[in-house]
């Protein structure tokens, strides 16, 4: 009988509980349910660019809302949508002015703040803690971002991050109501498990958006809000590239202070009668993981009143037989507060939830008099008193109660009236508003040139073209030039004589001897040069970045390939590509990791790969697990010569081997969509793995912190510079040599991969330039990023780049206190070499002579920097073997 009434108890809740991939309808900014007062914004351009014309596919107004000139990437200009409600937040869709074809301005990304109450202001981040999202490619196009974790608010800004002086954007909100109501919860920090034969497991609440303070969280919603139950297994998730129970918040028994329970509170948004709280428990017990024993609720009627003393107390019934994660549903019997504390009782040693909901029904409330009314700070709940008690004279009831009917009848007949009047006029008003503006669509509407504005930055280093939506006509003419060029261009003077490729020739003659030397066989692989003639790598007419070596630094896929001698790849046929071909039909896949013009990157489970390439697989052994690949897809409206690059990179890798490189594993191109399914380490990338660990120490020990030993640091060192002394005896040029292309198995083997730049995660790391390129001008040398000279020495400083990630644990980016444009500036004061370039700091982790190598790595001329043979040859002894 117990078990039948948990079982039933149990039922409902997998149905309540929200689901974020159906959890996607569109909240009205579009189709006009979100009014126009409900938007409000920083700023505007001009009164037809105001917020209300933020709309997504609406092209009222001037096409968009556009916030005032923006000097900088990190303005405060916002667009603010107030949704009325509580609402889960999935999805945003932006795009640009499209203004009938006039429009020029949009967002390259965006950020997102959001209020559950419109005083207290939170920043979105996603589950790997970036704040920003991709924006837009052109005025027209939409672009979609998904919220991972969603956003549980009210109000909602949209925060544009361009480089260019005026943005504009239209958006939609996708969600549902959040009908739980619930606004926070506090609980005790999550802790850290540690189990043998696994790396320490974190149970820590990632995404909390309140505070933490004395190891609790106060006052925010997190992982226990986000939709996302935790699997059967706390050691695998949801996500991918995250820690060993991620999906999980987890205390441990015996942790001083918890008297045997975990105490939570949880405050609505206002009285609420409660019937149900659901919690998702894990309960694998041979872990010593179970479900709460008990737990006890108190209740507060608002927020200034005291705990009532009666809680309401329920026992679970144990199962030491299944061991299924599941929702325990707690009956609350139809109690009513505004918060309501709870105190979970261990069954075992740990106890583990990653979803908690509630089932209620509003309150509604008497009305009174208003010398009835009382109100207490922050509690709008407490805004009416008690009613009075009913007469016991029940036979006047009936008579006051007609008699105030019938004087009710006259007014209710009013309002009907006064409101179908209103509803003739508003038909008419609107009528009349669209045979106005079809007239004045009839009308020819034309931007004059006058329109058309030149605006030159405050900084003399820098020149920024523009063109503003359409003001107003001005009575004067602007007195500078106009511009005609369709796209927003920003040119960084570094000093009029060093644009000119052939100015710098003539100015330091060495410059032009060491490059020709690196381009004809000097001693450096000089990308995509098929024979050499005097001064040929340096074309007077070239721009200030040379397009015809810095395009193809993107690969069909969004990510780098390797840049090798032209003759190579030539006359590419499907005969010379010797990887199998595997059946399509066998990929599954699991998560996109990023995208490029003209093709996608996927993270796939692959089966019976093992079995397919047989003995002398690269595969490492994964104990009976799926095999996690990295498929780079071409997408179906590829060009040919995208096609062709395709091939080409397949045959690019095809050649690698070496234990340090990722390997091609096997093809699908027997039909379309072209694929290459290559290594995936379980690990991800260097980066991430650095940044979630601290140096070993007796601190980490204790509190079993992940962390990592300096050996470990130099161990990877070694295993970089050995995959790049391979690729640099081929005479490959990788180009995008930094921690985020490093990928880790679980053995902390490191292979050097290609992904980092199809990657959102990483879209901030990158520099672009419009209808050129993406450039990591962080970890470029100078002559790269002035010249677009791309040789195994400019691989070489990136190395020292990685270096200095390395031993900073990737705790912060490289020159992150300089700006995109000023690391631009410091590679002409490398080139000036007078003294005034800024160098990387010595990281506190980084040995003296081992920060020496790098600053070697960062030598201003190249012949002076080692070769991947010499560093290898210099790390090598400083490993334990």
């Known amino acids: 009988m117990h078990l039948l009434l948990l079982l039933t108890l149990q039922l409902p809740a997998a149905i309540g509980q929200i689901d974020p991939e159906h959890c996607r309808y569109a909240l009205g900014m579009e189709d006009g349910r979100i009014r126009d007062e409900d938007l409000t914004a920083s700023s505007q351009w001009y009164k037809t660019t105001g917020p209300q014309y933020a709309r997504l596919n609406c092209e009222g107004g001037d096409g968009a809302w556009c916030p005032k000139e923006q000097r900088e990437s990190t303005a405060s200009e916002f667009l603010q949508i107030d949704l009325r409600r509580l609402t889960f937040l999935t999805l945003v869709g932006t795009q640009g002015r499209w203004g009938k074809g006039q429009g020029r301005e949009f967002s390259q990304e965006y950020r997102l703040n959001y209020s559950r109450d419109g005083q207290l202001w939170k920043s979105w981040k996603n589950r790997l803690g970036n704040e920003v999202l991709e924006g837009n490619k052109d005025t027209y196009g939409v672009s979609s971002n998904d919220l991972k974790p969603a956003i549980i608010a009210r109000f909602v800004r949209v925060i544009p991050v361009s480089r260019a002086t005026t943005v504009c954007m239209r958006v939609e909100l996708y969600g549902c109501p959040w009908e739980d109501g619930l606004i926070s919860y506090s609980a005790p920090e999550g802790q850290l498990m540690a189990l043998p034969g696994n790396p320490h497991i974190s149970l820590n609440d990632s995404t909390y958006d309140g505070v933490r303070e004395k190891r609790r969280l106060l006052g925010g919603l997190g992982q226990l809000t986000d939709g996302v139950t935790g699997l059967d297994n706390f050691l695998r998730t949801h996500q991918n590239n995250v820690w060993l129970g991620y999906d999980y918040l987890g205390w441990r028994n015996d942790t001083p202070g918890t008297q045997g329970y975990v105490e939570m509170e949880f405050v609505f948004d206002k009285r609420r009668n409660f019937t149900y709280m659901k919690v998702h428990s894990n309960n694998m017990f041979t872990r010593g993981v179970k479900i709460f024993s008990s737990v006890s609720c108190w209740f507060k009627p608002h927020l200034t009143a005291s705990w009532e003393p009666e809680p309401v107390s329920f026992a679970t019934i144990l199962d030491d037989r299944n061991p299924s994660a599941r929702y325990v549903t707690v ?80 007014i209710l007949i009013g309002c009907l009236v006064t409101i179908i009047l209103l509803l003739v006029i508003i038909i008419f ?107 040929q790598s340096f074309n007077s007419n070239a721009p200030h970045y040379a397009e015809t070596d810095i395009v193809r630094l993107q690969g069909v896929t969004g990510s780098n390939m390797y840049a090798v001698p032209a003759l190579t790849v030539d006359s590419l046929t499907r005969k010379d590509i010797s990887a199998a071909e595997f059946p399509r039909h066998q990929l599954i896949f699991r998560e996109k990791l990023g995208e490029g013009q003209f093709g996608e990157v996927h993270l796939c489970e692959a089966e019976g790969l093992p079995e397919f390439l047989g003995e002398g697989s690269p595969l490492p052994d994964r104990d009976g697990r799926s095999v996690l690949v990295a498929v780079k897809q071409l997408r179906a409206d590829a060009t040919s010569q995208a096609r062709n690059d395709f091939l080409k990179e397949i045959k690019i890798m095809s050649r690698l081997d070496d234990p340090n490189i990722i390997r091609l594993l096997c093809v699908c191109v027997s039909s379309d969509p072209l694929c290459m399914v290559t290594e995936y380490m379980e690990n991800g990338d260097l980066n991430m793995f650095l ?191």
């Open 331 to 410: 009956p609350l019997n139809c109690r009513t507060a505004r918060s309501i504390r709870c105190r979970f009782y261990y069954a075992d040693v740990w106890m583990m939830f990653s979803e908690i909901s509630f089932q209620s029904e509003d309150i509604i409330l008497p009305t009174q008099p208003p010398m009835m009314r009382t109100s207490a700070p922050g509690d709008e709940e407490n805004t009416m008193t008690p009613s009075p008690k009913p007469s016991n004279n029940t036979a006047a009831a009936p008579s006051n109660s007609s008699t105030s009917d019938e004087g009710n009848t006259p």
């Open 429 to 535: 008003l609107i009528l009349w508003c669209q045979c106005v503006c079809k007239v004045l669509e009839k009308a020819p509407r034309q931007i004059p040139d006058e329109e058309m504005t030149v605006r030159l930055s405050s900084c003399s280093d820098t020149i920024i073209l523009q063109t503003p939506p359409v003001p107003p006509r001005s009575r004067h003419p602007p007195a500078g030039p106009t511009n005609t060029d369709p796209h927003y261009e920003r040119v960084f003077l570094l000093d009029p004589q060093y644009q000119n490729p052939a100015v710098l020739r003539n100015k330091l003659p060495e410059l032009s001897q060491s490059a020709e030397a690196s381009a004809c066989g000097g001693g450096y692989a000089e990308p995509d040069i098929t024979q050499c003639t005097p001064h």
């Open 691 to 881: 940044s979630q660990r601290e140096i070993e120490s007796t601190l980490t020990h204790a509190n079993n912190i992940p962390s990592v030993s300096l050996s470990d640091l130099l161990h990877m060192a070694v295993q970089i510079s050995s995959g790049m002394r391979y690729l640099a005896s081929l005479n490959f040029v990788h180009r995008d040599l930094a921690t985020r292309n490093c990928l880790l198995d679980r053995r902390l083997t490191i292979k050097i991969a290609d992904f980092g730049m199809s990657r959102n995660l990483y879209s901030s790391d990158y520099y672009r330039i419009q209808g050129r390129a993406v450039l990591p001008i962080r970890w470029m040398a100078w002559e790269s990023i002035l010249l677009g000279k791309f040789t195994t020495a400019s691989d070489v400083w990136a190395f020292g780049v990685t270096l200095w990630e390395i031993f900073t644990l990737c705790k912060e980016q490289p020159y992150s206190l300089l700006s995109d444009e000023q690391v631009i500036e410091n590679s002409g004061e490398f080139f000036r070499n007078q003294g005034r370039q800024i160098f990387l700091y010595a990281p506190p982790l980084c040995p003296p002579s081992l920060f020496e190598l790098m600053m070697r790595c960062w030598s201003r001329n190249i012949t002076d920097r080692p070769t991947f043979e010499g560093l290898y040859q210099a790390l090598r002894p400083h490993v334990n073997q």
